[in-house]
């Protein structure tokens, strides 16, 4: 496998709330998360939260694999089991049930029983731009995206069925191939998709390819640039980009803004060192909840809310090692669930935040 496929691979993060909705014929179990009496055993940090259709949540963790809880048990699953990889970024279910993990090794499905890692064979259909069968290409509420071994591939889970999908991807001289790595997806209201990569964010709907980079956003690649670990088409139909360094800059119909500097939570670009606190520059997860708020997951400070008109920040717990959020999700119920990288998943209150797992 290439540098290239293992960037990609490792960095695959679905934002995408799209790929977390599945049909299934059995009734959901109701589980009280109050109920738990226990806790992950994960050390390594949580980067994936799931609540499948029958109503079990997964925890994919950082190094050590990927945990269910029936609301009574917690069963561990790693590579001795047959999971792909220890790494589980996201988690997603297709309309047949089946349970997908994005881990850093590679994709892997599972049935409830077996482990099948998601291999490049013949068997697997390859859907090209300008070819014919591009009209498979719109996305729908149920399809499941995950990033490919290579730059310019992309998967759609659809109904069980694996499709590779090909498309343009340009490389300036001046970037490696390993700055398009991807980091996320996003599906549009208009049936396209977002991608995420490291140096920008590309726009696909099957026929066209559209770039929103350094170039577009009018940085000069040096004291300002895109690094690209978060991404959210909003039920509005705004365009939330999070970055490692710039924080989140907002593409609302013909027009991009410094989301970050408009609240004055940028305080200049800082990729590998820790941020004051007060800022959101570090962006590693954006989610909707279903108020409308806009939340960010940010990696020195904690988490972030913004309701329409004000921003306001909140840390999970000052004893922890870091306030870094991998993943923000809200279950059935409505609760929202926070991502730890410091173990354990959290619980939003109404006020602050418990810890659940």
């Known amino acids: 496998?290439?540098?290239?496929?293992?960037?990609?691979?490792?960095?695959?993060?679905?934002?995408?709330?799209?790929?977390?909705?599945?049909?299934?014929?059995?009734?959901?179990?109701?589980?009280?998360?109050?109920?738990?009496?226990?806790?992950?055993?994960?050390?390594?940090?949580?980067?994936?939260?799931?609540?499948?259709?029958?109503?079990?949540?997964?925890?994919?963790?950082?190094?050590?694999?990927?945990?269910?809880?029936?609301?009574?048990?917690?069963?561990?699953?790693?590579?001795?089991?047959?999971?792909?990889?220890?790494?589980?970024?996201?988690?997603?279910?297709?309309?047949?049930?089946?349970?997908?993990?994005?881990?850093?090794?590679?994709?892997?499905?599972?049935?409830?029983?077996?482990?099948?890692?998601?291999?490049?064979?013949?068997?697997?259909?390859?859907?090209?731009?300008?070819?014919?069968?591009?009209?498979?290409?719109?996305?729908?509420?149920?399809?499941?995206?995950?990033?490919?071994?290579?730059?310019?591939?992309?998967?759609?889970?659809?109904?069980?069925?694996?499709?590779?999908?090909?498309?343009?991807?340009?490389?300036?001289?001046?970037?490696?191939?390993?700055?398009?790595?991807?980091?996320g997806f996003s599906k549009s209201n208009k049936g396209g998709l977002w991608i995420a990569?490291?140096?920008?964010?590309?726009?696909?709907?099957?026929?066209?390819?559209?770039?929103?980079?350094?170039?577009t956003m009018h940085f000069d690649g040096e004291s300002k640039y895109m690094h690209v670990r978060s991404i959210l088409e909003d039920s509005k139909g705004r365009l939330w980009i999070g970055n490692n360094g710039i924080g989140v800059q907002l593409k609302e119909k013909d027009s991009i803004i410094h989301f970050s500097e408009k609240f004055n939570l940028f305080k200049g670009e800082a990729i590998r060192v820790k941020s004051p606190a007060g800022t959101l520059m570090h962006v590693f997860a954006i989610h909707e909840d279903s108020k409308g708020n806009i939340w960010f997951g940010d990696r020195d400070t904690g988490i972030w809310r913004y309701d329409g008109k004000e921003m306001k920040n909140f840390y999970l717990d000052f004893n922890l090692n870091t306030q870094h959020i991998w993943d923000i999700y809200e279950d059935r119920s409505g609760n929202l669930l926070f991502a730890s990288a410091d173990r354990g998943v959290f619980r939003y209150n109404g006020n602050g935040f418990d810890r659940v797992f």
Not at 199 to 209: E, K, Q
């Open 1 to 183: 496998m290439s540098l290239l496929a293992m960037i990609a691979l490792v960095v695959l993060q679905s934002a995408c709330s799209g790929n977390r909705v599945a049909k299934s014929s059995q009734e959901a179990i109701e589980i009280n998360l109050s109920d738990a009496k226990d806790t992950l055993k994960f050390t390594s940090g949580i980067r994936s939260i799931f609540q499948d259709s029958k109503g079990n949540y997964w925890f994919g963790s950082h190094q050590e694999g990927v945990c269910k809880y029936d609301g009574k048990t917690f069963s561990y699953y790693t590579t001795e089991n047959g999971l792909c990889g220890n790494q589980v970024i996201t988690i997603g279910e297709d309309e047949t049930g089946t349970l997908w993990f994005g881990t850093g090794s590679g994709l892997c499905s599972y049935d409830g029983t077996v482990f099948t890692t998601a291999t490049g064979s013949s068997d697997f259909p390859k859907i090209r731009l300008n070819n014919s069968e591009n009209s498979s290409f719109v996305s729908t509420a149920t399809d499941l995206w995950f990033a490919g071994e290579n730059s310019n591939e992309i998967i759609r889970i659809d109904k069980g069925r694996i499709h590779k999908i090909h498309y343009p991807l340009r490389i300036p001289a001046k970037w490696n191939e390993g700055d398009y790595g991807i980091t």
């Open 197 to 215: 990569h490291y140096s920008g964010v590309a726009y696909f709907d099957g026929n066209a390819i559209q770039f929103l980079n350094d170039s």
